[in-house]
């Protein structure tokens, strides 16, 4: 049976892992040519009409009743408005690796949040795990903001948003521990929950920026189709998944690794130049990931 469990966890982990680190750096191709909010509202509408199409062929019902609608809606509007939103606007200013480093942290709000709201126990080994995996995020981070190579304030604004999108992908992270998530179809409410929060994302971004705007290169057209359909599709039911089988806290450790990876690709596609602090650090996030980790199994 904890054979069954590891294996049901291992491979939905790697898999989220591999692809959200891919994403970083396609999201920072997309900066600039069209407005942010444009982008994210074409990634979820994409993502949203693949899941619900999936569910049909699949014969899941996308009929979730009123009270399975909003909480689509509240998890929509967390997930696929306020924290991707967040995400593109902060990489206006902060390199892709710098804010997967800040969003590394996520282990943190998912934890506290699921102690306080639902009592999910937080063990000492977990918490020594945090503390040696967060130090070595920190080192990144520090390693990062030295090679910045814009003012220190759009560092901090940059910071800002991230840390924003920090906590509305918590809220979301979070929202899969209630009861009303474990008993509706998770497909179907991911497909509701793209397709209201692309709707969301474009009444506001054509009362911000104006009416849709796109960028014919086939560049940003295979860059919207892998970030809504392997970065959104295949990735969101894995990860809640791994939410509700490991518990919110454990399930953002994927965003420890992903941005050792995503320095990894960096290094291999813009030249990342690694630093003996970036080097600990990843070290650090790694076994620090494995202790926390290895207690939880225990």
């Known amino acids: 049976m904890a ?3 590891t294996g049901g966890v291992a491979i939905p982990f790697i898999l989220v892992t591999l692809i959200w680190s ?4 396609v999201i920072r191709d997309q900066i600039g040519s069209v407005p942010a909010s444009w982008s994210v509202c074409y990634r979820f509408l ?8 999936f569910a049909r062929w699949r014969g899941i019902p996308l009929n979730i009743g009123r009270s399975g609608l909003l909480y689509a809606a509240l ?8 924290n991707f939103n967040f995400v593109y606007r902060a990489e206006h200013y902060l390199t892709s690796g710098l804010v997967a ?3 590394a942290m996520l282990l943190i709000p998912n934890s506290i949040l699921a102690f306080l709201i639902f009592c999910q126990p937080v063990s000492r080994a977990f ?3 945090s503390v040696v995996a967060v130090t070595g995020i920190l080192l990144m981070l520090l390693h990062e903001y030295h090679g910045a190579t814009v003012r220190p304030d759009m560092v901090l604004l940059g910071a800002a948003f991230s840390c924003a999108g920090l906590m509305s992908a918590s809220t979301a992270n979070v929202m899969q521990g209630m009861e009303i998530a474990r008993r509706l179809p998770m497909v179907a409410v991911l497909a509701w929950a793209m397709l209201i929060g692309a709707g969301v994302d474009a009444l506001y ?8 705007a796109f960028d014919p290169r086939s560049g940003y057209i295979l860059g919207v189709g892998w970030l809504g359909l392997a970065g959104s599709v295949v990735t969101f039911p894995l990860y809640f998944t791994l939410i509700q089988r490991m518990g919110a806290g454990r399930a953002a450790y994927t965003s420890v690794l992903i941005p050792v990876i995503a320095m990894l690709i960096s290094t291999l596609v813009e030249g990342y130049r690694w630093s003996a602090l970036s080097i600990i650090g990843a070290l650090l996030a790694v076994a620090g990931m494995a202790i926390a980790l290895r207690s939880k199994a225990r």
Request: aromatic share 10%; proline share 5%.
């Open 3 to 5: 054979e069954g469990r």
């Open 22 to 25: 891919s994403t970083w750096i």
């Open 46 to 53: 994409m993502a949203g009409v693949a899941m619900a199409a």
């Open 75 to 82: 998890l929509g509007v967390a997930q696929f408005v306020l």
């Open 101 to 103: 480093v800040v969003y």
């Open 127 to 129: 918490i020594g795990g």
């Open 205 to 212: 971004a054509w009362a911000t920026v104006g009416p849709p």
